[in-house]
């Protein structure tokens, strides 16, 4: 089965950073584009980086760019996602997301179970 | 404010069908990039529903059927049933942004 997990969420106070991570089973990481799309509680969603499968291209959503980088580890089938100058405002889920393509388009999927980021002090 | 606007809810009856609009723009929709549709259901994370406007993974009942004109794009859900009691994401390229937007996301009351 394809499986994507998400780790690294947890209680994160404002201006701190963290790194999250996920982990792909039951298919090459490194022959897909990975995103990373968050949630705030009770809002919708929000995609924010994407990064091709050799790390040639990357691409950020305007609200994260220069605060937050995609990384990833082919050797160890993971995507990454470091966070830093964190405010109230990046309290969500974050999903990781692979993205499929064919026919000249594409789409995401699977998607990871989330794992939770909460900024408080 | 999102970039693709979708109404914050729709409602129908068991067995009735509903239809959930998604608008965009000339820089992602009516650039004639293709739409993806995702589910969520209460507390998981989103799921594949229909992608390149129009294709259904394989699982997903033929009750939805996504469509596009313009720079809309629209889910179509027949025989509507307890279990479609979810959210639901519209999601499309953005030449503008260069990168992937969404939907504001719908709420279907069944």
């Known amino acids: 089965e394809e499986q994507l997990v998400e780790s690294g969420g947890g209680l994160v106070s404002p201006g701190g950073s963290l790194r999250l991570s996920c982990a792909a089973s039951?298919?090459?990481?490194?022959?897909?584009?990975m995103n990373w799309v968050r949630q705030p509680p009770g809002k919708g969603l929000e995609w924010l980086a994407s990064?091709?499968?050799?790390?040639?291209?990357?691409h950020y959503a305007d609200s994260v760019k220069g605060r937050f980088t995609i990384s990833r580890d082919n050797a160890k089938n993971s995507l990454y996602l470091r966070l830093r100058s964190l405010t109230g405002a990046d309290t969500a889920v974050y999903y990781c997301?692979?993205?499929?393509?064919?026919?000249?388009?594409?789409?995401?999927?699977?998607w990871g179970q989330g794992t939770l980021v909460t900024v408080s002090s | 404010q999102s970039v693709l606007t979708q109404p914050p809810s729709v409602s129908g009856a068991p067995g009735q069908r509903v239809t959930i609009s998604c608008t965009g723009s000339?820089?992602?929709?009516?650039?004639?990039?293709?739409v993806q549709w995702y589910q969520q259901l209460p507390e998981t994370a989103p799921r594949l529903l229909i992608h390149?406007?129009?294709k259904r993974p394989s699982g997903v009942p033929d009750r939805f059927a996504g469509s596009n004109s313009g720079t809309s794009a629209f889910l179509a859900i027949t025989g509507l049933q307890v279990e479609d009691e979810a959210d639901y994401y519209c999601?499309?390229?953005?030449?503008?942004?260069?990168?992937?937007?969404f939907g504001g996301g719908t709420k279907l009351t069944v």
């Open positions: 000339s820089s992602n929709i009516g650039a004639g990039y293709d």
């Open positions: 997301a692979r993205e499929r393509a064919g026919g000249g388009t594409a789409w995401f999927d699977p």
């Open positions: 390149a406007n129009t």
């Open positions: 039951g298919f090459s990481l490194s022959r897909y584009t």
């Open positions: 999601q499309c390229h953005d030449t503008s942004l260069n990168g992937w937007v």
């Open positions: 990064i091709s499968g050799s790390s040639t291209n990357l």
